[in-house]
């Protein structure tokens, strides 16, 4: 079945909370929020999650059933926008749902002018590093967050000048 990619804003909170939830849920150690934190969540808390300014939240959606998300916010050096919240529902990994969840959020990201698409994944979520690794991003040569137990957060980062420039040379006659 065809995934499809839906742009979400704060009228669609509930919808995107139970997504949310279920990824908190699922892979605790994939994200810095908790699901503790956020099961009781009041809807302004959601509301404002998901109007940060210039920012873009996707839900993918197989049939009516929604299999991921994946959101790009403004990051925070100029010309750069970070790729946050990204998760799969188990039963729909491995068929490139996150690759297509990426390659929109890359789109928009050189649409809104950045140079680079920037993320921060776990040091030992080898699946979605991989997953990045294949989506072209690389690690950056920079210590991300500090963790509790004293490791970093690793940076990965997708160049898009490069690309936009490809794609400038491919329409040259
Ligand atoms: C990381 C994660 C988002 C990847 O999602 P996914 O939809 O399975 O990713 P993709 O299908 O695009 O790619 C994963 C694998 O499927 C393969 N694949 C299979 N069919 C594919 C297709 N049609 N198109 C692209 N890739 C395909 C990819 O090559 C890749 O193979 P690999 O495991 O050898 O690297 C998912 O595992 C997840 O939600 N994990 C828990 C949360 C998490 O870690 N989030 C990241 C926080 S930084």
Same mark, same amino acid.
């Given at each position: 079945m065809t995934i499809a990619l839906r742009r979400v804003t704060a009228d669609d909170w509930e919808r995107w909370r139970s997504v949310r939830l279920a990824a908190l849920a699922e892979?605790? *150690? *994939?994200?810095?929020?908790?699901l503790d934190d956020w099961a009781d969540a009041p809807e302004h808390r959601w509301r404002a999650r998901l109007s940060i300014p210039g920012a873009l939240d996707l839900l993918a959606y197989e049939g009516p059933a929604a299999v991921g998300m994946a959101s790009g916010v403004p990051g925070d050096e100029p010309g750069t926008v970070e790729l946050i919240s990204m998760w799969v529902d188990p039963a729909h990994r491995g068929r490139g749902v996150a690759t297509d969840l990426i390659g929109a959020v890359a789109q928009w990201a050189r649409e809104y002018g950045a140079q680079s698409l920037d993320l921060s994944v776990m040091p030992d979520n080898d699946a979605a590093r991989r997953t990045y690794e294949r989506n072209g991003f690389v690690a950056a040569d920079e210590p991300g967050d500090a963790l509790p137990d004293g490791r970093h957060e690793v940076v990965m980062r997708r160049a898009l000048t490069a690309e936009r420039g490809h794609q400038q040379e491919a329409g040259t006659p």
């Amino acid at each position: 079945m065809t995934i499809a990619l839906r742009r979400v804003t704060a009228d669609d909170w509930e919808r995107w909370r139970s997504v949310r939830l279920a990824a908190l849920a699922e892979a605790p *150690a *994939a994200f810095g929020s908790t699901l503790d934190d956020w099961a009781d969540a009041p809807e302004h808390r959601w509301r404002a999650r998901l109007s940060i300014p210039g920012a873009l939240d996707l839900l993918a959606y197989e049939g009516p059933a929604a299999v991921g998300m994946a959101s790009g916010v403004p990051g925070d050096e100029p010309g750069t926008v970070e790729l946050i919240s990204m998760w799969v529902d188990p039963a729909h990994r491995g068929r490139g749902v996150a690759t297509d969840l990426i390659g929109a959020v890359a789109q928009w990201a050189r649409e809104y002018g950045a140079q680079s698409l920037d993320l921060s994944v776990m040091p030992d979520n080898d699946a979605a590093r991989r997953t990045y690794e294949r989506n072209g991003f690389v690690a950056a040569d920079e210590p991300g967050d500090a963790l509790p137990d004293g490791r970093h957060e690793v940076v990965m980062r997708r160049a898009l000048t490069a690309e936009r420039g490809h794609q400038q040379e491919a329409g040259t006659p």
